[in-house]
């Protein structure tokens, strides 16, 4: 009913900056609303971890090991989140899923979903 579309990953040097970008999208109506969306991480062998976080509103919240570094912001028109990161590390490479939270479809409003996307691959070298 609602899909997310990543894209922005790659390869870059440690130091370097990616864009990562998502849109959500409704298969079954336009989106009316999307309460949060998110960035997760997840390396090979590890959990999948919470990035960044954007309310609706615009409130936001980053993991400790990329305060500084990361900003998220959105597009509500666009149902659009970014997720900008700047002076990567080695350590920032796993796969970058956006998750959006709440998602209302104008043909359905009683209905909420929670979504994720397939994820694309960050990887930084040194």
């Known amino acids: 009913q609602v899909q997310l579309a990543e894209s922005g990953g790659g390869l870059v040097q440690a130091g370097g900056s990616l864009r990562l970008s998502c849109v959500a999208s409704?298969?079954?109506?336009?989106?009316?609303?999307?309460?949060?969306m998110d960035w997760y991480r997840q390396a090979p062998g590890k959990q999948r971890d919470l990035v960044a976080s954007?309310?609706?509103?615009?409130?936001?919240n980053y993991a400790d090991s990329v305060k500084g570094r990361f900003a998220v912001s959105r597009d509500n028109a666009k149902n659009t989140v970014y997720l900008q990161m700047n002076s990567l590390k080695v350590e920032d490479t796993a796969a970058y899923l956006c998750?959006?939270?709440?998602?209302?479809?104008?043909?359905?409003?009683?209905?909420?979903?929670?979504?994720w996307g397939q994820g694309t691959q960050v990887t930084v070298s040194s």
């Open positions: 998750a959006a939270r709440k998602v209302v479809l104008s043909t359905s409003p009683d209905v909420e979903y929670d979504v």
């Open positions: 409704g298969t079954s109506g336009s989106i009316y609303s999307i309460d949060a």
């Open positions: 954007i309310t609706n509103s615009g409130s936001t």
